[in-house]
């Protein structure tokens, strides 16, 4: 075989679809060709487990290793590996821990296991240089009405129905976990990079709206506009230019347009 070809039917075979590569491994004792494959297979189920560890720390935490091991192990069966770099492995883990029981008994596991890829995509996400407020303070006063804005790569918004960032935030600390609870409403989270460390908030009803509306590239006249259900006329503009000063502030401006 060529060795694009061996590649393919080795992956094949730790892929479980069935393979020719047994007839490429020289059997040479004391291992046979399958205990030669059995160790490529543990290696790979390990590799891959091991790549969730590093992406979500806290939900092994609360899982415990025994079954953060079992939950890994489950999912490397139903999710190979389709990437080139394995910095992109389980992004899937979310929704499966959301549908596959028992770990569906418990939706803070799925919020726990989202807000950890987030992170990690932010974490990880394209960098771009930003506006500080004097930028903006040095627009023209009349192109306001049509200013749109574009935000850095980083930026990404959650929303989660438990307290699954206090849960993260004691496992991140090392303190004792609290007890799972379901949040009245559900809460929206800005999460952004900023000097190469991560940052999240939660979002009010208004700021909801009004960063909705500015990602969405509207003007600032369309970002007012998205906040008459909220706020008396007379004191949205102030409201919305607060909420422009405090995103660039943030570092989360990247350009105006």
């Known amino acids: 075989?060529?060795?694009?070809?061996?590649?393919?039917?080795?992956?094949?075979?730790?892929?479980?679809?069935?393979?020719?590569?047994?007839?490429?491994?020289?059997?040479?004792?004391?291992?046979?060709?399958?205990?030669?494959?059995?160790?490529?297979?543990?290696?790979?189920?390990?590799?891959?487990?091991?790549?969730l560890d590093e992406v979500y720390p806290i939900l092994h935490w609360l899982l415990g290793d025994e079954t953060f091991e079992s939950l890994g192990s489950l999912f490397v069966e139903?999710?190979?590996?389709?990437?080139?770099?394995?910095?992109?492995?389980?992004?899937?883990?979310?929704?499966?821990?959301?549908e596959?029981?028992?770990?569906?008994?418990?939706?803070?596991?799925?919020?726990?296991?989202?807000?950890?890829?987030?992170?990690?995509e932010v974490f990880d996400a394209a960098d771009a240089a930003t506006l500080d407020r004097a930028a903006l303070q040095a627009v023209d006063p009349e192109r306001w009405a049509t200013l749109r804005f574009r935000f850095h790569p980083s930026l990404r918004r959650l929303t989660l129905a438990w307290n699954t960032v206090a849960v993260w935030q004691a496992g991140s600390a090392g303190e004792?976990?609290?007890?799972?609870?379901?949040?009245?409403?559900?809460?929206?989270?800005?999460?952004?990079?900023?000097?190469?460390?991560?940052?999240?908030?939660?979002?009010?009803?208004?700021?909801r709206n009004a960063l909705a509306a500015a990602v969405a590239e509207l003007t600032f006249t369309e970002i007012c506009e998205s906040l008459a259900a909220h706020l008396p006329e007379a004191d949205i503009p102030l409201r919305a230019a607060t909420f422009v000063a405090m995103w660039a502030d943030s570092g989360l401006i990247a350009t105006l347009k």
């Open 1 to 51: 075989m060529r060795l694009r070809e061996l590649q393919r039917e080795l992956q094949g075979d730790l892929l479980g679809n069935g393979s020719a590569i047994a007839g490429a491994i020289v059997d040479a004792p004391p291992l046979t060709v399958e205990a030669r494959l059995d160790i490529y297979r543990d290696a790979y189920r390990a590799r891959l487990i091991e790549a």
């Open 78 to 98: 139903t999710h190979p590996s389709e990437h080139r770099s394995i910095r992109w492995y389980g992004g899937e883990l979310a929704a499966f821990l959301g």
């Open 100 to 120: 596959t029981p028992p770990f569906a008994d418990q939706p803070i596991l799925s919020e726990i296991a989202e807000l950890e890829w987030t992170l990690s």
């Open 176 to 207: 004792d976990s609290p007890s799972p609870e379901r949040s009245d409403e559900p809460v929206q989270w800005l999460l952004w990079r900023q000097n190469f460390k991560n940052y999240f908030r939660s979002l009010d009803a208004i700021e």
